[in-house]
């Protein structure tokens, strides 16, 4: 990321009443350490009604709700890689393991 450019905002809404504070402050954290040049800010934002959203700037990339639950980490990775960076390799998480 060159400083011409703005610094991306993810945006990760999640349930108080469900008590997902700590699933989403841990996906924060590994956004974070993982994006450190690329993200400007990783939010967390209170909400209700089983909400766990996450957004890359205004596009929505996940809905625990449409998805049918929450993201693995390596998928939410490549989802911000896809956006943020889309020429990055995300080394293990990147890589395709056989079907058992």
Not at 57 to 77: A, H, M, N, S, Y
């Given at each position: 990321?060159?400083?011409?450019?703005?610094?991306?905002?993810?945006?990760?809404?999640?349930?108080?009443?469900?008590?997902?504070?700590?699933?989403?402050?841990?996906?924060?954290?590994?956004?974070?350490?993982?994006?450190?040049?690329?993200?400007?800010?990783?939010?967390?934002?209170?909400?209700?009604?089983?909400?766990?959203r996450v957004t890359?700037?205004?596009?929505?990339?996940?809905?625990?709700?449409?998805?049918?639950?929450?993201?693995?980490?390596?998928?939410?990775?490549?989802?911000?890689?896809?956006?943020?960076?889309?020429?990055?390799?995300?080394?293990?998480?990147?890589?395709?393991?056989?079907?058992?």
């Amino acid at each position: 990321m060159t400083s011409t450019q703005p610094a991306t905002r993810v945006a990760i809404t999640y349930c108080t009443q469900c008590q997902w504070l700590l699933r989403a402050g841990w996906m924060a954290q590994e956004l974070l350490q993982t994006f450190a040049q690329e993200l400007g800010e990783v939010a967390l934002i209170p909400g209700t009604g089983g909400i766990f959203r996450v957004t890359v700037g205004d596009e929505l990339i996940w809905d625990r709700k449409e998805q049918g639950g929450f993201p693995e980490i390596t998928v939410l990775k490549q989802l911000v890689r896809d956006r943020v960076d889309p020429d990055r390799d995300l080394g293990h998480a990147d890589r395709v393991t056989p079907d058992r």
